[in-house]
Antibody, heavy 122, light 106 residues
Framework: QVELQESGPGLVKASQTLSLTCTVSGASVSRGSFFWTWIRQPAGKGLEWIGR???????NYNPSLSSRVTISVDTSKNQFSLRLTSVTAEDTAVYHC??????????????WGQGTLVTVSS | DIQMTQSPSSLSASVGDRVTFTCRASQSISRYLNWYRQKPGKAPKVLIY???SLQSGAPSRFRGSGSGTDFTLTISSLQPEDFATYYC?????????FGGGTKVEI
């Protein structure tokens, strides 16, 4: 059974850098046809895709965030990470990590991590 | 970006009801459409992928249909655990985008 768990500071000051890690169990971040993905959800709002990293290490980012986002992988720890620079109050959200499954040109997100709340303070 | 619009934004129903809600894409996405259920305080879980394929382990009361720009999710007989928010998501092109959600309330 594949499980993902987010970790990182719950409070970040405005203009600083948000850093989160997703620890994967039951699967390898370096094998298979999977993307390792970050999604966020501001309180009471919908879901926003942040970006993903493939098992090969290639990345894709949401253009709305691409100038501030870096997603990386640590195969030795079976983790992948999110780094978001120059945060503002608009970056306050629950951040989820997820695995994107790719089968016969169709992709879907399964499973997801529980999510971690990050609040940006002034 | 492809915009995903869900309707209604919320609905009230009872256990045992048949409910249907819709998702519309701003351009054709073929069948690259997934549905997720998110219970309060929990992570979303995929129910349907590729517009109509039931995810392994998802209850058979969920049925997805549609292609192109218009899609529906039907719950044949609402169960207590189905009172949640449902999101559609397109995987046709990047960036992946989600609908605003439909909240099913008692």
């Amino acid at each position: 059974q594949v499980e993902l768990q987010e970790s990182g500071p719950g409070l970040v000051k405005a203009s600083q850098t948000l850093s989160l890690t997703c620890t994967v169990s039951g699967a390898s971040v370096s094998r298979g046809s999977f993307f390792w993905t970050w999604i966020r959800q501001p309180a009471g709002k919908g879901l926003e895709w942040i970006g993903r990293i493939y098992t090969s290490g290639s990345t894709n980012y949401n253009p709305s965030l691409s100038s501030r986002v870096t997603i990386s992988v640590d195969t030795s720890k079976n983790q992948f990470s999110l780094r978001l620079t120059s945060v503002t109050a608009e970056d306050t959200a629950v951040y989820h990590c997820a695995r994107e499954v790719a089968v016969a040109r169709y992709n879907w997100l399964d499973p997801w991590g529980q999510g971690t709340l990050v609040t940006v303070s002034s | 970006d492809i915009q995903m619009t869900q309707s209604p934004s919320s609905l009230s129903a009872s256990v045992g009801d048949r409910v249907t809600f819709t998702c519309r894409a701003s351009q054709s996405i073929s069948r690259y459409l997934n549905w997720y259920r998110q219970k309060p305080g929990k992570a979303p879980k995929v129910l349907i992928y590729a517009a109509s394929s039931l995810q392994s382990g998802a209850p058979s009361r969920f049925r997805g249909s549609g292609s192109g720009t218009d899609f529906t999710l039907t719950i044949s007989s609402l169960q207590p655990e189905d009172f949640a928010t449902y999101y559609c998501q397109q995987s046709y092109s990047l960036p992946l985008t989600f609908g605003g959600g439909t909240k099913v309330e008692i």
